[in-house]
Every structure is written in C-alpha cells, then in structure tokens.
C-alpha cells in the first residue's frame, strides 16, 4: 500500500495512475477507505501523539522526548504511521496532520514537561508548502511555547532534488528559533553532502547502523566515523534504535552524544513516559564514563 501511495504522490497527478499491477483495483479501494478514514481522525480525535526519551550517553539524564504520531482507530486498531503516512502525504492530508502534530506538542509543552525539549518530524510534503515556517511560527506563538523547545526532525529526502528552496526554510527555520535534525542519516544517496550544504543542530544515525553493530564488521567503522564527522562540525550525534546494553556501551564509547531506543524507553502516551531510565543501564553508562575519565 505504502508503495503505491509514494509511486502516486511522486509519478502522476492527482487521482490519476500512472501504472496498474494485478490485484490493483483492491488496493486502490483499499487505500481510498483508508484515505476517508484518515480524513475524519482529526474530528475523531483519534490522533495521540507518543513520547519516546533521547538521553544524554554521558549522565544518562532524559533530554527531551521525540514525538511519534499514533493512529487509533476504531475499525483498524492502531495503524503504524509506516503505513498511514504515505497514504496522508500522497493525498494531501498529511498537511492538516502536520499541523494537528505541532498543535498538539505545543499543547504538551504548555501542559508542562518539565525543561525538556521535543522533536517533530516534518514531512518533505509539508516541508516544502509555501507558508510553512510561518504557520508553524503561528502554531508555537499561540500557543506561546518558546521555539528552542523545538527541534524539527527531517530526512534527507527534503533536500534531494531541490535548488535552494529547502536550505532557505531551514536558515528560516534556524532564524526564529528551531533546531534542526537530520533524521535516518545514512540511509540517503548523498548524505555527506547535505551535512556540508546545510548546519544542522543534530545528526540521528539511522537505526539499521547500530542493530549491525553485532553483525557486521563495517557497523562499528561507519558509527565512529558519523561520531567524528558530527563532533568535527559542531553537531549532537544520536543513535537510534538502540535495543541492548551493548549497543549503549558501544555508542557511548564511541562518543555518541545521545541515545534513542526501546532500552532507553519505547515510545508511550504523554502520562506514562519515563522521567528517569532504567537503573542498570544509567549505572552501567556512569561506570563507563567513569572509567573513561579515569583512563
Ligand atoms: P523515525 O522518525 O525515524 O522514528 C523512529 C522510529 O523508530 C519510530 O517508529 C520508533 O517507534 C521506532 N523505534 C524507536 N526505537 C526503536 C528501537 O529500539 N527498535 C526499533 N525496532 N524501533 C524503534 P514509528 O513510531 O513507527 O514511526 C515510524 C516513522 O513514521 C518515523 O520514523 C517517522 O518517519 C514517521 N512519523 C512518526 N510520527 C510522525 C509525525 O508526526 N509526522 C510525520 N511526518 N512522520 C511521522
Ligand atoms: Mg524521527
Ligand atoms: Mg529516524
Ligand atoms: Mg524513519
């Protein structure tokens, strides 16, 4: 499904398709449904959006939470955003989402999360509209949430194919306040070139790299030489999908500044996220930073 809504959004115009394979029309009635659905779930209030902690490899402290949106429907359970974000890009939706998305983190900033701050993620659709710093400007004014609480996530793919649209918003973006993080890097054609186009605040190291860690030889080069490169330019590196103690220790020893993963905490509703981690690992990424100093 998610493969065909992406063809759609990028090939052919509106409501027009550019291919047909066996078993189409099913999944073109099949996404129309889930194309309506998605269009009443902001009504429905069927949205919520999930916080999952980003630590500080060093102290182990909580830094802030990224924001991950959760379908919950009433027919269909609880639908990935995998795959009802392509669905929403393809069909325009994901504009109006977007915004019920930083709506709705302003309103949990206010509702108070102590100083941490959140992270976005911001579709290349949404991205790229015209008016798009200036609604989320109007969004984090009204609801007088200071910016710097803000980091917006984007993927390499809203910078591919553009001339300088994309690195305009983002000065723009940087001017009034916002941080700025590139999400599931590595997984681009030409992901060094877009470090050296545009300062990013943050670099995520995309998650396949750190679950190689134990399976490949070349997973410890490459997250070493992203911790370099990010250190070298002034960036925060953080690893994603960090799922074991070893990964952590790894990461941490090689100088990852921040980890994100199901060890650290998977992501939950607003009143159920962690304040503090899990004793073991906080106690295990002291000592290692203990015995680093010591060294
Ligand atoms: P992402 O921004 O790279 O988010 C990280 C994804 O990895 C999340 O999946 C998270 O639940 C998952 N994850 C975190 N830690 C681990 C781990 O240790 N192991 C494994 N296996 N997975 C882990 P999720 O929540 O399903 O989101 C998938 C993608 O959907 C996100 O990837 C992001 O690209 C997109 N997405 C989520 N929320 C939003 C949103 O509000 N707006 C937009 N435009 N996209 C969103
Ligand atoms: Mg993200
Ligand atoms: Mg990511
Ligand atoms: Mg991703």
Redesign the pocket.
């Known amino acids: 499904l998610a493969d065909i809504a992406l063809y759609h959004s990028k090939n052919s115009g509106r409501n027009r398709w550019a291919i047909y394979r066996p078993g189409m029309d099913a999944l073109v009635e099949k996404r129309r449904e889930l194309e309506t659905a998605l269009g009443n779930a902001i009504e429905n209030e069927e949205f919520e959006?999930?916080l999952?902690p980003r630590i500080d490899s060093r102290t182990a402290n909580i830094l802030g939470y990224?924001?991950?949106?959760?379908w919950i429907s009433p027919e269909r359970g609880m639908v990935?955003?995998?795959d009802f974000?392509p669905v929403a890009e393809a069909s325009g939706k994901?504009i109006a989402?977007?915004e019920w998305?930083i709506a709705e983190a302003c309103r949990i900033i206010q509702r108070g999360l102590e100083d941490k701050h959140v992270s976005?993620?911001?579709?290349p659709l949404?991205f790229r509209r015209d008016g798009f710093v200036e609604k989320l400007a109007e969004i984090v004014g009204r609801h007088a949430v200071d910016p710097s609480r803000i980091e917006l996530?984007i993927?390499e793919s809203v910078l591919i194919d553009d001339d300088q649209g994309a690195e305009r918003t983002l000065a723009r973006l940087k001017a009034a306040g916002f941080s700025i993080a590139l999400?599931?890097f590595g997984t681009g054609y030409s992901s060094l070139s877009y470090l050296s186009r545009f300062p990013f605040d943050t670099i995520?190291v995309d998650?396949s790299f750190v679950?190689n860690l134990g399976q490949s030889d070349s997973a410890p080069v490459i997250i070493r030489s992203i911790v370099e490169l990010g250190a070298g330019l002034g960036m925060q590196v953080v690893a994603?999908?960090?799922?074991n103690i070893d990964e952590a220790l790894f990461l941490a020893a090689a100088g990852c500044d921040q980890l994100?993963?199901?060890?650290l905490g998977?992501?939950v509703p607003v009143e159920k996220r962690a304040m503090v981690i899990d004793d073991t690992v906080s106690t295990a990424l002291k000592d290692l930073q203990a015995g680093q100093g010591a060294a």
């Open positions: 959006l999930y999952q990224e924001a991950l949106l959760r990935s955003p995998a974000i994901i989402i977007g998305v976005i993620n911001v579709s949404q996530e993927t999400d599931d995520k998650r679950s994603e999908g960090v799922e994100q993963g199901f060890l998977k992501p």
